[in-house]
């Protein structure tokens, strides 16, 4: 148990609904990052925030957003669902910055039917 | 940008064999992590290894940076060492750069 936790474990939805994931690191770590891993593309980083401020963003499509909470919980918004956001979404923590090292959830499996 | 390469794509071993996994990174780097991702899909973070060698049990680590290429050994493999392994280097905007990762499947 990486102290990563995140909600929920599986979502099934329909093409142009909206979605949230949930994240919380593990105690003490100040870094979120957000990452998704489908079939095609593999692993890919969306986006990171840092005591909740947006530090780096990587492939995150428009349709996206995320926010990092006061408590440092974050979210993980999609909406206008399309087929291909059909993935596994990670999340990860760490200390501080993007050099520390990073430990993940157990990962949100998306399926947008 | 970075681009990572791991081989080889596909590994089947027996139990008890030892494996060497490779991963190629076409720039300098100063963060490289080795992580396993099991049957299950979960991601665990084995190694940060940006320079040098590092052993945890049965597996150990080599970056040489200079030269742009991390090796991970993994000995006395078991069944449950099965899954994908992922190598992760960092670039200059802070995002981590994957490889296609190396899928180990170890027979009993």
């Known amino acids: 148990d990486s102290g990563v936790t995140q909600t929920p474990k599986h979502l099934i939805t329909a093409t142009g609904q909206r979605v949230t994931l949930r994240c919380s690191p593990r105690?003490?770590?100040?870094?979120v990052y957000w990452y998704q891993q489908s079939l095609d593309q593999g692993l890919q980083f969306l986006i990171q925030?840092?005591?909740?401020?947006?530090?780096a963003k990587g492939n995150i499509l428009e349709r996206f957003s995320a926010q990092q909470f006061p408590d440092l919980h974050s979210e993980l918004n999609l909406s206008s669902l399309e087929l291909g956001d059909s993935a596994l979404y990670f999340c990860?923590?760490?200390?501080?910055?993007?050099?520390?090292?990073?430990?993940f959830g157990p990962g949100t499996r998306l399926t947008v039917l | 940008g970075i681009q990572v390469e791991q081989s080889p794509p596909d590994l089947i071993l027996q139990e008890g064999a030892n494996s060497t996994l490779r991963c190629n990174f076409s720039?300098?780097?100063?963060?490289l992590q080795w992580f396993h991702q099991n049957p299950w899909g979960q991601l665990i973070n084995l190694f940060y290894?940006?320079?040098?060698?590092k052993q945890n049990g049965r597996l150990s680590a080599t970056t040489v940076a200079t030269e742009r290429y991390s090796l991970l050994y993994i000995s006395s493999s078991q069944t449950t060492d099965s899954g994908v392994y992922f190598c992760?280097?960092?670039?200059?905007?802070?995002?981590?750069?994957w490889g296609a990762g190396t899928k180990l499947i170890i027979k009993p």
């Open positions: 990860a923590s760490s200390v501080g910055g993007s050099s520390d090292t990073q430990y």
């Open positions: 105690s003490g770590d100040l870094s």
């Open positions: 925030y840092y005591n909740g401020e947006e530090r």
């Open positions: 720039d300098s780097v100063n963060n």
């Open positions: 290894i940006p320079s040098g060698t």
């Open positions: 992760a280097v960092m670039d200059s905007n802070y995002q981590l750069i």
